[in-house]
């Protein structure tokens, strides 16, 4: 019996469009300046890769990928984009955050934007878990969103007010920070963005 066709969200199909060609995220290439050269373990974890655009270009700059994301669709883009030659530094996870039980010791972990999807009663689960698979020098990159977000009304998502975010990075050696709180659009219409984008990495 054929396995059924996996069911397929329009939401993110409109958003892996509207995302064609654009550019790799300039926080995570800020990140990649913060990992130390001499390090020989290149293993990057993205979670939530989404449109595979940082999956792509971290493996084509040398590192290592597990690709973590819920919707199949991002898996099937991330294995299209990427050229054959490189399929073996590739390794694609499709389940939800909630349902994680692992991950790898990494030295570069990426979270664009994703983080806020899982439901509040796994993120501090989830959240350890990252802690703990990034190695001695480790490096985190990603987004949380704050609790003035338009969408903070959403009880399946994750919010965080500036002082939880700092208790989250405590213990951390934060490289970058910076909170947005602005207007601008979604692909559901005008929104108010209010998010934290950081760097840290994990004292060595």
């Not at 990427?82 to 790898?104: G, K, M, N, T, W």
């Not at 949380?144 to 009304?153: C, E, I, K, Q, T």
Request: some cysteine; charged content about 25%; proline content about 6%.
């Amino acid at each position: 019996m054929s396995k059924p066709e996996p069911i397929r969200n329009p939401m993110w199909a409109a958003y892996y469009q509207s995302h064609e060609g654009r550019p790799v995220s300039p926080l995570l290439k800020r990140a990649l300046t913060c990992v130390d050269e001499g390090v020989m373990y290149r293993q990057a974890v993205d979670l939530g890769c989404g449109a595979g655009h940082e999956t792509c270009f971290l493996i084509e700059t040398g590192w290592q990928v597990l690709a973590v994301d819920k919707e199949p669709q991002a898996i099937e883009r991330v294995h299209r984009l990427i050229d054959q030659d490189y399929h073996s530094r590739l390794d694609v996870r499709a389940i939800a955050f909630e349902e994680l039980a692992e991950l790898p010791d990494a030295t570069l972990i990426h979270a664009g934007l994703s983080l806020p999807f899982c439901h509040p009663k796994s993120f501090a689960s989830l959240w350890t878990m990252i802690l703990s698979s990034l190695t001695p020098g480790g490096v985190f990159v990603g987004q949380l969103f704050g609790d003035r977000d338009d969408w903070s009304s959403n009880p399946a998502m994750t919010f965080h007010s500036g002082a939880a975010v700092a208790d989250l990075l405590d213990g951390l050696d934060i490289r970058f920070m910076r909170e947005l709180d602005e207007d601008g659009k979604s692909l559901r219409g005008p929104k108010r963005w209010h998010r934290f984008d950081i760097i840290a990495t994990k004292p060595a």
